[in-house]
């Protein structure tokens, strides 16, 4: 009798063991991917009447990430991109008249505080005519804040109202302080104190990390790129031909004291990205 009473002492003090351990190794490395999967990719949070607590939502196998850049003209790879499963674009850049050379499809619009003037003069054709993309807006608090006083949110607010249907995400202050922190642990580097803010296509390159499973990137240049001799001459964007070239803009940003965006550096972070995650880089392709 003695002999089964301390066995079933060690048996639950076992049992007990282990579930200490796995509970601490769930608390420290977070839930599985299945299950973040299950609940909505946490940061970014849904603008809808009433609510803003719905968690964007969305697994893709393959995803296409499209550029903006003038790398776009004449790529001929609108077919291509297309075929995708998952398509994601930035800001405002358009796909009527350029279909042959980026594609008709929109499935994900990441888009800047500074892009909504944009989207809102061509209302009809974003909330309307393409009301089966899904909208993720992001900007600092000062402009998403909830409480009546950011100007943004307000407006993406009247938004969501008019057009119930279109999915209206933003991302929440809780991910822009991850960008920042996953801007730093790459480059050493304070966002804040070195006057630097991140593009549009760093948030539009973390989201497609944190829901596709491979991604296919279009148009974007490397960080050597404009170093170049026989680099090519093209646009900053492929929809204004008349605008300063890109590699200027690019050199412009990355040295800008206050105010501008790195976009060189941040190609060098999506090229360690990349030897990471399933990621490839077409027009014009990355040696990595």
């Known amino acids: 009798m003695k002999s089964l009473m301390l066995r079933c002492l060690f048996l639950i ?27 909505g990719t946490r940061g970014y949070t849904r603008i809808s009447p009433g609510r803003t607590d719905q968690f964007l939502d969305m ?49 994900i619009r990441v888009v800047s505080h500074t892009s909504v003037p944009m989207l809102l003069k061509n209302e009809r054709y974003y909330f309307r005519h393409s009301r089966n993309t899904t909208y993720v807006f992001w900007g600092p608090e000062r402009n998403m804040r909830q409480d009546g006083k950011g100007r943004i949110f307000n407006t993406l607010l009247k938004i969501a109202n008019k057009y119930p249907k279109v999915r209206i995400y933003t991302v929440s202050r809780e991910k822009i302080q991850y960008c920042d922190s996953v801007f730093q642990n790459e480059t050493g580097k304070n966002r804040m104190k070195t006057g630097a803010f991140l593009s549009t296509g760093f948030f539009a390159m973390i989201l497609a990390v944190d829901m596709c499973d491979t991604i296919s990137v279009y148009g974007m240049i490397d960080d050597n790129y404009c170093n170049r001799a026989n680099h090519s001459v093209v646009p900053y964007h492929y929809y204004e031909q008349n605008r300063i070239n890109e590699c200027r803009m690019y050199k412009i940003h990355e040295h800008t004291q206050r105010g501008g965006h790195r976009f060189i550096t941040e190609k060098a972070i999506y090229a360690k990205w990349a030897t990471q995650h399933k990621i490839e880089f077409n027009h014009p392709s990355w040696s990595l």
């Open 13 to 39: 003090s076992l049992s007990l063991l282990l579930l200490f351990w796995f509970g601490h190794v769930i608390t420290r490395d977070g839930p599985p991917p299945a299950v973040l999967r299950a609940t």
């Open 59 to 107: 697994h893709c196998n393959h995803c296409a990430l499209v550029s903006s850049s003038g790398q776009m003209i004449r790529a001929g790879l609108g077919e291509e991109i297309d075929r995708i499963e998952c398509v994601i674009r930035m800001n405002n850049a358009p796909t009527k008249g350029y279909e042959k050379d980026v594609g008709s499809r929109t499935s």
